[in-house]
């Protein structure tokens, strides 16, 4: 076997993989030269300076797996490594420490003005009473995501014996507790919390979720700590909180564009700024190589990859059937992901007509990746699927029924919370997916891409030319709608295709509406 190193990677790593395969250590090369000569290697690892496009993935004739020696993979195109059979694999654990570590220190930092008061000293100043600090004992920190990195703060934090409150919707309450950090809404962390510190990955759903509102609801002692993606603060709603003494102070390790040298944040003195360094340890760095060469010695061995990030294997005699119900699974997934409120404790997948014939493991790794991937940086894949989900002690229970009343084959997810419980059902007819049930309504819709609005309310005359009124006034196109309803002018469920997305303001307006009880926006 041989294999690429692309990216400079620390020699302990080398030495290991080198015992199993011929390694070639070509950095800082062009991608025209790696094309020239990836089809003489059977794996491949990078860091975040190669771009590994699908010209070098197609290239790559003898490419078993693509290794990424660290978290992101952004730089690799998944979607061609897996259409030409190419695992590829991260190390999601291999900068946990670290990253829990720096954040610890940011917070220390903030709390005693190290970065301010060292400044001021070496500018030959003994300014003792500028930098007056505070302790962490018996302060509230608030956790927002409780995933590998949060809960190693959260263990940090407790032996700083620190009160600990967390959010995060994909975690149960049980692991929770084991974390001792008791659960609470966003909006109570953020007006508890004397400290804050973020642990979620940037997407439409958490970008900017400190922003002005957030900080309008701060006490004005609260200090805030970034290490997780840039982006998920509003940076000048932030500074602008600051100066008006609402907010006592920062520390932002990530950026919204990398590298970044120019920045609101670094024009105020209460704002701790580091370039990026969660991941910037040596142990950190070996790990994260380690990781990633030990899954490459799996493949070549036969065994699975305990951290593959792409699609699903599935037998070429079963892939005709079952391909388009993973779509069926994955949008099943998103819609419930969207409408569910709470903390997730559990999933219960039922397979019905022909398909319970089949392994369903991948249909249940594409509904655990509908799920959980708008809320988690992890990829949920055939490897990791059922470790994700015992991570976070959610429960997912799968039944077969060969016999289906409505349809030929039916997937129907039910997701529970601590609050409630969504049901949503799918299939393919006619070659496409199809939404056919949401909680008690049958439906039919399909999800083509964009937005739809579902609405629950009561059934009665102009409530639907009163939906129609908001979104014209907001020149939002409605491309089809479905009515649902239990019974004539009882409870029934609207469901409006959008060209473009509702936005706070019209929800609101649409839930001011009389007998109008929920209004959600979902991208599909």
């Known amino acids: 076997m041989k294999v690429l190193v692309a990216d400079p990677i620390p020699q302990e790593g080398i030495d290991l993989l080198s015992k199993y395969a011929q390694v070639d250590v070509k950095t800082k090369q062009k991608s025209e030269d790696i094309i020239a000569i990836i089809g003489d290697y059977d794996a491949m690892i990078v860091r975040s300076q190669t771009m590994v496009t699908s010209d070098i993935i197609a290239a790559g004739k003898k490419l078993q797996i693509i290794g990424r020696a660290g978290v992101g993979v952004d730089n690799i195109d998944i979607n061609a490594a897996s259409q030409h059979g190419i695992i590829v694999v991260n190390a999601p654990t291999g900068n946990t420490v670290s990253a829990a570590e720096h954040t610890i220190a940011l917070m220390l930092a903030l709390a005693r003005n190290i970065p301010q008061a060292n400044a001021s000293l070496k500018s030959r100043l ?48 049980e692991r929770a507790a084991n974390l001792q950090v008791e659960l609470v809404p966003l909006a109570q962390l953020i007006k508890e919390s004397d400290f804050i510190t973020l642990h979620i990955p940037l997407t439409e759903a958490t970008r900017h979720i400190i922003g002005e509102k957030e900080l309008a609801m701060v006490k004005p002692i609260v200090r805030i700590i970034n290490t997780a993606r840039g982006g998920l603060i509003d940076d000048e709603a932030l500074v602008k909180a600051i100066k008006e003494k609402r907010v006592a102070g920062a520390a932002i390790d990530v950026f919204a564009n990398e590298p970044c040298t120019e920045s609101v944040l670094f024009e105020c003195d209460k704002v701790i700024v580091t370039p990026h360094l ?35 294997f599935i ?35 039922k397979y019905q007509g022909e398909i319970s014939s089949y392994d369903t493991n991948a249909l249940k790794v594409a509904i655990l990746g509908g799920v ?68 008690n309504y049958w439906i039919d ?30 020149d939002i196109n409605i491309s089809y709608m479905h009515l649902s309803r239990l019974k004539p002018r009882g409870q029934a469920l609207m469901i409006l295709a959008l060209d473009a997305p509702f936005s706070k303001e019209q929800i609101d307006k649409l839930l001011a509406l009389p007998d109008v009880y929920s209004a959600k926006v979902v991208k599909i």
């Open 372 to 439: 959980l991937n708008r809320l988690t940086e992890e990829r949920v894949n055939v490897v990791n699927a059922n470790i994700v989900a015992t991570r976070r002690g959610i429960k997912v229970i799968e039944q077969k029924e060969t016999s289906c009343e409505n349809y030929a084959n039916l997937i129907t997810l039910e997701v529970t919370t601590n609050n409630e419980t969504i049901t949503i059902a799918g299939t393919v007819l006619r070659g496409e997916t199809h939404i056919v049930r949401v909680n």
């Open 126 to 173: 003994w300014q003792r009473a500028e930098f007056m600090g505070t302790e962490v004992k018996g302060k509230t920190l608030g956790i927002v995501g409780l995933g590998n990195v949060g809960s190693e703060v959260a263990r940090r934090a407790h032996g700083l014996e620190m009160k600990l409150i967390g959010y995060d919707p994909i975690i149960s309450a």
């Open 315 to 349: 037998k070429a005699e079963a892939m005709s059937f079952l391909a388009p119900f993973l779509e069926v699974c994955s949008s099943v997934g998103n819609v419930a992901s969207y409408l569910g409120e709470g903390q997730l404790t559990g999933l219960h997948i």
């Open 445 to 474: 819709i399909i999800p083509t891409g964009g937005y739809f609005l579902f609405s629950d309310h009561r059934d009665r005359p102009g409530l639907i030319g009163a939906v129609g009124k908001i979104a014209g006034d907001g």
């Open 278 to 312: 969660g991941a910037s340890t040596i142990e950190a760095q070996n790990l994260a190589s380690t990781e990633v060469i030990q899954q490459i010695i799996d493949v070549f061995n036969g065994r699975p990859a305990r951290y593959a990030v792409n699609a699903p």
